[in-house]
């Protein structure tokens, strides 16, 4: 069963845009979030005193005017990046371990695609990433300031080369905002584009290993349909970023490793904030930012240096890392031959 509060005003339900044109300062933000079978609305950003505000999860992201999105000149700002320098939620919504929050999104432009849910339209762009953080909040994370977060990256879907998007979706393209790349006849599905064409709402796994406690879930679209002209100061990749506090229960025993300051996540003049996809045509496009935390190969290696420290002493063996595993496992062979001779 679902759970859905109800809606105060049409304010709480929209993702407002003031363009479809590709330079454009198109705006997005999380419309809500199913967490646990209840959902829970976004916040109004253009009325403060809409009910809604004081019982959503989701901390306020850009309104739809100038600026209303990270440009790589803001890419080392971490409050910025963090949060769009949000202020913290008042609530927080519980999450199992092992499920998925659902985040959907709308727009009130003209749909891109005319497959999209009841009562919204889909986000405007479709060539992009679609990036999952998380941070912990050191405690209540509605008084927690986002700049100060250690992020560890959760997900991120780039360009898929074995897909491509549907035939409905390449021709509505072509006229609004953007014609897609890469081109018809070439395969390349961008994360944004499987955002769009899954209804424009996206699901973020939490692992079943991390350890209950108060989190933070930065949700982050990536588009690439501007590229950065060195005589335009409104060009680059543009970020759209939104976070929902969450209470994590009926965890493991992973606790987040240290991750990356959101002012570090990605470099002002890097691959990632000048990549141009109308020359690429998403040929040799990376995936951008820190790697993906994988919490069953932390344990892995936490159980590997426990092993180490009891069977060699620190004399012996040295401290464990992936550059010289052959060498590590003789000193290690040695130790266990040694202690078996002793033994005897």
Same mark, same amino acid.
């Given at each position: 069963?679902?759970?859905?509060?109800?809606?105060?005003?049409?304010?709480?339900?929209?993702?407002? =845009?003031?363009?479809?044109?590709? !330079? *454009?300062?198109?705006?997005? #933000?999380?419309?809500? @979030?199913? /967490?646990?079978? +209840?959902?829970?609305?976004?916040?109004?950003?253009?009325?403060?005193?809409?009910?809604?505000?004081?019982?959503?999860?989701?901390?306020?992201?850009?309104?739809?005017?100038?600026?209303?999105?990270?440009?790589?000149?803001?890419?080392?700002?971490? =409050?910025?990046?963090?949060?769009? !320098? *949000?202020?913290?939620?008042? #609530?927080?919504?519980? @999450?199992? /371990?092992?499920? +998925?929050?659902?985040?959907?999104?709308?727009?009130?432009?003209?749909?891109?695609?005319?497959?999209?849910?009841?009562?919204?339209?889909?986000?405007?762009?479709?060539?992009?990433?679609?990036?999952?953080?998380?941070?912990?909040?050191?405690?209540?994370?509605?008084?927690?300031?986002?700049?100060?977060?250690?992020?560890?990256?959760?997900?991120?879907?780039?360009?898929?080369?074995?897909?491509?998007?549907?035939?409905?979706?390449?021709?509505?393209?072509?006229?609004?905002?953007?014609?897609?790349?890469?081109?018809?006849?070439?395969?390349?599905?961008?994360?944004?584009?499987?955002?769009?064409?899954?209804?424009?709402?996206?699901?973020?796994?939490?692992?079943?290993?991390?350890?209950?406690?108060?989190?933070?879930?930065?949700?982050?679209?990536?588009?690439?349909?501007?590229?950065?002209?060195?005589?335009?100061?409104?060009?680059?990749?543009?970020?759209?970023?939104?976070?929902?506090?969450?209470?994590?229960?009926?965890?493991?025993?992973?606790?987040?490793?240290?991750?990356?300051?959101?002012?570090?996540?990605?470099?002002?003049?890097?691959?990632?904030?000048?990549?141009?996809?109308?020359?690429?045509?998403?040929?040799?496009?990376?995936?951008?930012?820190?790697?993906?935390?994988?919490?069953?190969?932390?344990?892995?290696?936490?159980?590997?240096?426990?092993?180490?420290?009891?069977?060699?002493?620190?004399?012996?063996?040295?401290?464990?890392?992936?550059?010289?595993?052959?060498?590590?496992?003789?000193?290690?062979?040695?130790?266990?031959?040694?202690?078996?001779?002793?033994?005897?």
């Amino acid at each position: 069963m679902v759970v859905v509060s109800k809606p105060t005003r049409l304010g709480t339900l929209i993702l407002a =845009s003031l363009s479809i044109l590709p !330079g *454009a300062r198109a705006h997005g #933000q999380i419309k809500g @979030v199913l /967490a646990n079978g +209840v959902y829970t609305y976004g916040p109004n950003i253009y009325w403060d005193a809409d009910p809604v505000n004081a019982k959503t999860a989701v901390r306020k992201m850009y309104q739809a005017a100038s600026p209303s999105y990270n440009l790589p000149q803001d890419f080392s700002d971490d =409050s910025k990046m963090a949060c769009e !320098g *949000a202020a913290g939620a008042p #609530q927080t919504v519980t @999450v199992t /371990a092992g499920s +998925v929050l659902q985040l959907p999104a709308s727009s009130t432009v003209n749909p891109v695609l005319g497959t999209s849910r009841a009562g919204q339209n889909p986000w405007v762009h479709a060539m992009g990433t679609v990036a999952s953080y998380i941070a912990g909040c050191n405690g209540d994370c509605t008084t927690f300031d986002a700049s100060q977060g250690s992020w560890v990256k959760l997900a991120l879907f780039g360009i898929d080369r074995t897909e491509t998007i549907s035939n409905d979706l390449r021709t509505t393209m072509q006229g609004k905002p953007e014609e897609y790349y890469p081109t018809a006849g070439t395969s390349g599905l961008w994360g944004m584009a499987r955002f769009v064409q899954s209804g424009s709402s996206w699901g973020i796994t939490v692992p079943s290993e991390l350890a209950d406690g108060d989190y933070i879930v930065r949700h982050e679209l990536g588009a690439v349909h501007n590229p950065w002209n060195a005589q335009d100061d409104t060009s680059g990749t543009q970020l759209y970023i939104g976070c929902i506090q969450v209470k994590v229960t009926g965890g493991g025993s992973s606790h987040l490793p240290t991750g990356t300051k959101a002012g570090s996540l990605y470099k002002t003049d890097g691959a990632f904030a000048r990549y141009n996809v109308y020359e690429d045509n998403g040929k040799t496009f990376v995936d951008p930012g820190p790697a993906i935390w994988s919490p069953s190969s932390s344990s892995k290696r936490e159980e590997e240096h426990a092993f180490s420290n009891h069977t060699s002493s620190a004399n012996e063996l040295e401290e464990c890392d992936e550059e010289q595993p052959e060498r590590k496992m003789k000193k290690v062979k040695r130790s266990l031959r040694h202690g078996a001779a002793m033994k005897h």
